[in-house]
């Protein structure tokens, strides 16, 4: 299970982000937190990653600071709502058993690209698929 949560602002300061990320990272349920700071890199953000146990399951929640006016400002908005508007009935079972049936960790894109772009439409077409695309760099993709 993962959740995803960007949060864009003008101020970029790692002891104030620390503080706020630090409520979360002290709740009982979670079990591990990472991070990474990203702020000199082409993405301009911070990354926290909190690993959560919550009723027998393991939830990973990704919290992405982002810099306002950055190259990735809104990008990956922008991306989603794309996607919500092409998906039908078939594409959207596909995106969905991929990710039920995948059993290690996939960024979710790989999986859009694979049944958007190029009609993949079950896990073992899906691996076949990955193996060959695994390395492209899917910032910039959008459907």
Not at 43 to 55: A, D, I, P, R, T
Not at 121 to 131: A, I, P, T
Request: proline fraction near 1%; hydrophobic fraction near 40%.
């Amino acid at each position: 299970m993962d959740i995803d949560f960007h949060v864009y602002s003008d101020e970029f300061n790692i002891k104030k982000s620390i503080t706020s990320i630090s409520k979360i990272a002290f709740h009982k349920d979670v079990i591990k937190f990472t991070y990474k700071n990203l702020i000199d890199t082409e993405e301009e953000c911070f990354e926290w990653h909190f690993f959560v146990k919550h009723k027998g399951e393991i939830w990973q929640i990704d919290i992405i600071h982002i810099k306002k006016n950055s190259l990735f400002d809104g990008l990956f908005e922008k991306v989603t709502d794309k996607i919500i508007k092409i998906l039908n009935h078939k594409t959207r079972l596909a995106i969905l058993k991929i990710k039920y049936d995948a059993t290690f960790k996939i960024p979710g894109v790989f999986i859009y690209k694979a049944v958007i772009n190029d009609n993949i439409e079950n896990y073992q077409d899906f691996l076949k698929w990955y193996e060959i695309n695994k390395n492209d760099n899917l910032l910039n993709w959008t459907p």
